[in-house]
Every structure is written in structure tokens, then in C-alpha cells.
């Protein structure tokens, strides 16, 4: 088949291709006013293939607005402002990468790529021009191309392959807990050493929860992902009352676009803190003071660990699934409270099982956000600087040392690097993919951070402190 290209504007080509079959000139059919707007047919009609427009980045740039917006897929251009608003992992998540390329996301998120791809065909409108760069933004093509190869070879080593056993196990381990909560009170009685007891028991199991829910969330249990919604659903609402669309809404932006102030939800400190280098001196010499952030290092232990779940999250939650009208988490949530109130009433009747519940959410915060901090708050936290997904998710995240415990305690999340770079891989498979991971980072000179347990809950001090010492140095000296 021949073709020729003729330039529509500066920065868009249009290729002609020409038929020899048919005997007559085949071009794309876009009616002037409608370049863009997706919802072209991706099937050949009548004999014609259809044309792609060819477009530069320069112009794919432009169409990163909250009405507008391109994404590059496999060098092909996509428009996804309407289908944004549709979008399963949500409207923020896909909005993040508009104008550059989503390729490495893009297959991070979805286990089924085949699937995925009929929605994508409709909202396909051209591919990039020759000769331009399948990266944008002067990304490094060898270290792409390097981490693309090493997901290949994830894939031929069938890292991404689910161990049910494992699951299985850690699903009744819950549910072992959960009875050891009842059964000890029901044999030593409602006294403080029995309640202290209780507590911590139900503490484990809600922190082991979220972590499970967590791998669910990630559709890395089952190979379908109707069955992962439906346990995630499950251990998220029934198991800790909470809302699955709640934590695929905040969670998916953070790995999208992980330790990016405006993007990643996690660093929206609601300027309670100030974090990474940038922002608190962004806020010092703008004379920002809600609270005396070189201080925030020790106000963090009252406000941080205490709070987030039984306030900060609680409050979010239900007020998301009540203006959201998501009934459906709604209904699962509140299994959750008649499970718990019909299990504990009898032992603390109504308002001493509410404030039981509030001690037990008060210790799982405390272990999750030290968990979940300890691999990104020292870490670069910055604004968009629209890094290669390798070295984005590097710069924003570290491991802690493998053993036993650490991955038990931490739901395998100290291997945070090998979960950011491989959202769905079972986690069971993680250091497997590590080694590899390294000596890929090795390669290229990225900094593959490996810290002990308590020297990672050390640095999240550290950090802290570090931040407020620039905010007040910013404050005092504009």
C-alpha cells in the first residue's frame, strides 16, 4: 500500500493512503470542527481502513485541560475528555496524564490489556507523526524501553501469576482473629487486661484487612476482575466498614502520579504539614502559618497517627458515600457496624461499644500510617516534573528490609518500590522481581533505597523536621 502525507497545520500531518484495490484515494473522514472529539468507529467501513492523523507532541501538549484532553498510548493519540468522566479507576487518574505519554500506566493498571483495549478503540484519533519520539518531554528512550523489557520478562516468569493458597491463608487468618477478639472476652471477661487484649486483636486483623483489601483493590487475586471488585467490596465494606470507591478514587492517583502536590491525594497534608524541599518554602515566604510548621515534627505524633483513620478518614468516608449517593458501599459499610454492635453490645452494651470501636481505630491508624509514611514521606515529594514512570516511581518511593515480620507487619508493602512499578503483581512475587529491579536501577543510576524498619519510621521524623527548618528559615528571612 502507498501513502503520502499532506500538512494540515503546523504541527498535524494527515496521511493519505492510497488503495490500489479499490482504485481510489482512502483518507480520514473528520469533518471540520470534530478533530479531536473521539467517537470515531475503529473498524474498517466498506472496504476503506481508516486514516490516522499524525500529530507532534508539541501539539498533543496543548490538550491537557480539564475539557480537553489527549493521552499517548503505544505512540497511538487518544482522546479521553468524555470518556474521563466514565473512566472505572476515575475522572482524576486518567486526567493526570493528559498530554504526555500514559503507555507504562497504562499497562501497570490493567491486567487485561486485550479487554481494555475494545473501550479504547472509539476514542483513538491518530498516532504520532514520524519522526517524532515515542517519548516526550526528553524521557530517556533506553531506560524506557529497559523497564519495558524487564516487565516482559515479569511476565515470562509468570511473577504475575496468583497464588490462591496464599490468599486463601491470609483470608482465614482474619477471620481467626476475629473470632479470637469474641472468644477472649467471652472467656476472661470485660476486664481491662481482657478489653487491652481484645483491642489489639481487632487492631491486627483491621490493619491486616486493609492490606488485603489493598491486593483485591489491585486486581492482583483473581484473574477476573468482576470477582476481585466483589472481595474488595467485601473486606473493605463488611470487614472494616469503610468504601471501596472511596479508596480506588484517593488510591489509584497516588500511584498514578505518586508524591505530585495536586495529583497525588496522599501529600495533601489539608496545610496541617508542609512537605518535600519546594512547598515549605513556598509557604514561608508567602507568610503561610496555620500552624508553626517547625514544630510539625513533634505535633505529629498528636495529630498524625491518632487521627487518621478514626476522624480524618471516617468523616471523609461517609460523607463521600452519602453525597455521592454510592449506596451499594453504603450497604456494605454498614455490615460492617451491625456485625460489630451485635458482637459487642452484649459485653459493653451501645455507647461503651462506640467508644471501644474508637480505641481500636485508634491503634490500627497508628500502624497504618506509620507503615504507609515510612516509604514516601522522605522521599521527593515535588510538583509535576513528568518523569519516565521508572524514575518517577524511584524518586518517590523506598523499601524496607525483607523478613518475616516486616511483610506480615507491613502487608509486603516494604517492597514499595516493586509495588509501584508493578501495581498488580501478587505481592507474593515481590522479591522475586527485586534483584531485577536493582540491577535495572543500578544501570541507570537510580537510587534504590533499602532502609531498616525503625531507621524508615526515624526518617519520617527527619523529613519532617527538615521541612519545617526550610519553612521557617523561608518565614524569617523572605
Known sequence: MDAFYERISPHTVRKIRIEPMLGVEGEENVKEGEMGKGGEKGEEEGGYEKML??????????????????????????NVTNWALKHPGGIRVISHFAGEDATDAFQAFHPDLTFVRKFMKPLLIGELAPGEPSQDRQKKSELVEDFRA?????????????????????????????????LTLSYFGTGWIPTLLTALILATSQAQSGWLQHDFGHLSVFRSSKWNHLLHKFLIGHMKGASGNWWN??????????????????????????LGDTQPVEFGKRKIKYLPYNYQHEYFFLIGPPLLIPVYFYIQ?????????????LAWATTYYIRYFTTYIPFYGFFGSILFVIFVRFIESHWFVWVTQMNHIPMTIDDEKHKDWLTMQLDSTCNIEQSFFNDWFSGHLNFQIEHHL?????????????????????????????????????????????????????????
Open 249 to 274: 478514587h484517593r488510591h489509584f492517583q497516588h500511584h498514578a502520579k505518586p508524591n505530585i502536590f495536586n495529583k497525588d491525594p496522599d501529600v495533601n497534608m489539608l496545610k496541617v504539614f508542609v
Open 317 to 329: 468516608i461517609m460523607m463521600t458515600m452519602i453525597t455521592r449517593r454510592d449506596w451499594v458501599d
Open 422 to 478: 508493578f501495581p498488580t503483581m501478587p505481592r507474593h512475587n515481590y522479591y522475586k522481581i527485586a534483584p531485577l529491579v536493582k540491577s535495572l536501577c543500578d544501570k541507570h543510576g537510580l537510587n534504590y533505597q533499602v532502609k531498616p524498619l525503625l531507621q524508615a519510621f526515624k526518617d519520617i521524623i527527619g523529613s519532617l523536621k527538615k521541612s519545617g527548618d526550610l519553612w521557617l528559615d523561608a518565614y524569617l528571612h523572605k
Open 53 to 78: 492523523t499524525h500529530y507532534t507532541w508539541e501539539e498533543i501538549q496543548k490538550h491537557n485541560s480539564r475539557t480537553d484532553k489527549w493521552l499517548v498510548i503505544d505512540r497511538k493519540v487518544y
Open 150 to 182: 524487564l516487565r516482559k520478562t515479569a511476565e515470562d516468569m509468570k511473577l504475575f501469576k496468583r497464588d490462591m493458597v496464599f490468599f486463601s491463608l491470609y483470608l482465614a487468618h482474619l477471620f481467626v482473629l476475629e473470632f479470637l477478639a469474641w
